[in-house]
C-alpha cells in the first residue's frame, strides 16, 4: 500500500493551499481516508476525516470552517484544500487511511508520507 502525498509549499498567512494524496495498493472505495498533520515539537495531530462513500466528514476544531477534505474514488485520490492559513498552520501533512471512520481517526491502517506545509507571517 503506497499514500503518496503531494501539493505542499510555503504560502503566506491568509492564503490558500491544496494537498492531495494518491492511494494504490487497497481498495480504495472501502476505506476511510483521512489528514493529520505534526508540527515541529508537538505530536501529531487529527485533522479531518472522511467515510468511504464522501459522506461522514469531520474535523478537528482548528481545521472548521477554514479546511474542505473530499474524495474522489475513480482516480484513488483525497485531498484537503486549506483556505485564511495561520502560521500555526505550519506542519507536515499526512494522509491515512483506514478500514472504518474510527480507525482512520485513531490509529489508521496506513499512512502516507507526508507533504511539508509552511505559512509564513
Known amino acids: 500500500v503506497q499514500l503518496q502525498a503531494s501539493g505542499g509549499g510555503l504560502v503566506q498567512a491568509g492564503g490558500s493551499l491544496r494537498v492531495s494524496c494518491a492511494a494504490s495498493?487497497?481498495?480504495?472505495?472501502?476505506?476511510?481516508l483521512g489528514w493529520f498533520r505534526q508540527a515541529p515539537g508537538k505530536e501529531r495531530e487529527f485533522v479531518a476525516r472522511i467515510g468511504w462513500n464522501g459522506a461522514s466528514i469531520y474535523y478537528a476544531n482548528s481545521a472548521k470552517g477554514r479546511f474542505t477534505i473530499s474524495r474522489d474514488n475513480a482516480k484513488n485520490t483525497v485531498s484537503l484544500q486549506m483556505y485564511a492559513l495561520k502560521p500555526e498552520d505550519t506542519a507536515v501533512y499526512y494522509c491515512a487511511a483506514g478500514t472504518t471512520i474510527q480507525v482512520v481517526t485513531t490509529s489508521p491502517d496506513y499512512w502516507g508520507q507526508g507533504t511539508q506545509v509552511t505559512v509564513s507571517s
Open positions: 495498493g487497497l481498495t480504495f472505495s472501502k476505506y476511510a
